[in-house]
């Protein structure tokens, strides 16, 4: 059986931010990344975890083409993204689409839900405009919105739902490849899982393939099939996530784990019964 070509590919990527300027002030440099890389199979859930200030924003930004590449490759369904952003900027818009972390910053409050989400397809021509209604709603549908939802606007809407129609509008263009930026960090404990079993139910239905971004480990394990620990830039240990989470070989992904607050009493009482002993 021949394997499938990754779905993401990257290499040695760097991003050095400069802060200071003119004579006035010493410049200083801030290397937010520091020689990434990765690959991700096609259909599958790879997480990027760490403290704030890791870089894994940075790393999103970079794929999806929001922050510059300054050395290093990223390779998307077989095409370099600084390339492709020069030559076909539409194309690659509609290969990977970017789900952002606040549902509330992330829709125009001004335009209505069925415009929303219907903008892509308006912009790629992917659907008819006679057409382009019924296939909104079809997709509000597929995420967990109701009909009704396209004459309305975003404020009318709860967190949790917000984050449904970012996600419908990101199905939009057909993407093969969503980052989510720490999707579920804004919701509550209870909405954190309905939209982690949407994002699922969409994967084995579409065959997407997620970058997701994340600190919370918990949310990592349920969701990715492998996972990339950051520090201060650079990957410091990946690999399954089962082996990282439970058996991890970093010194600070083992601080990473342990500073995971323990929700169960009884557990944390055990937990620390036994550190004492």
């Known amino acids: 059986m021949t394997q499938q070509a990754p779905a993401i590919i990257t290499k040695d990527l760097c991003r050095t931010f400069y802060s200071g300027h003119g004579f006035a002030f010493r410049r200083r440099s801030v290397k937010a990344v520091d020689g990434v890389g990765f690959a991700v199979q096609p259909g599958t859930t790879f997480g990027i975890v760490g403290e704030s200030g890791s870089g894994k924003s940075t790393v999103a930004r970079m794929l999806c083409g929001l922050e510059r590449i300054d050395s290093g490759s990223a390779i998307v369904d077989g095409h370099d993204v600084s390339e492709t952003l020069k030559s076909d900027p539409l194309g690659f818009r509609k290969t990977l689409q970017l789900v952002f972390q606040d549902p ?3 829709l125009n409050p001004y335009w209505k839900i069925g415009d929303l989400v219907g903008e892509g397809m308006r912009v790629h021509g992917l659907c008819p405009a006679g057409d382009r209604k019924v296939r909104v709603v079809d997709l509000l549908d597929q995420c967990g919105i109701p009909a ?7 404020h009318e809407f709860s967190g949790g739902q917000r984050q ?3 996600i419908a ?3 939009a263009v ?14 509550d404990v209870s909405i954190q899982a309905q939209i982690l079993l949407l994002l699922q139910e969409l994967q084995r239905e579409l065959g997407l393939t997620y970058v997701f971004i994340s600190h919370n480990l918990a949310v990592v394990e349920q969701i990715c099939d492998r996972v990339a620990v950051m520090k201060t830039g650079r990957i410091v240990e990946t690999g399954e996530t ?9 010194p600070y992904t083992q601080a990473l784990i342990a500073s995971t607050p ?5 557990c944390r009482r055990m937990t620390e019964d036994t550190e004492q002993v």
């Open 262 to 266: 323990i929700p169960e009493p009884r």
């Open 164 to 166: 449904r129609i970012c």
């Open 148 to 154: 009704n939802a396209v004459d309305r606007y975003p």
């Open 104 to 106: 509330y910053a992330a």
């Open 169 to 171: 509008r990101a199905l």
């Open 242 to 250: 089962e082996q990282v989470i439970h058996a991890p070989q970093h």
């Open 174 to 187: 057909q993407p093969k490849v969503l980052v989510l930026d720490e999707p579920v960090s804004a919701l």
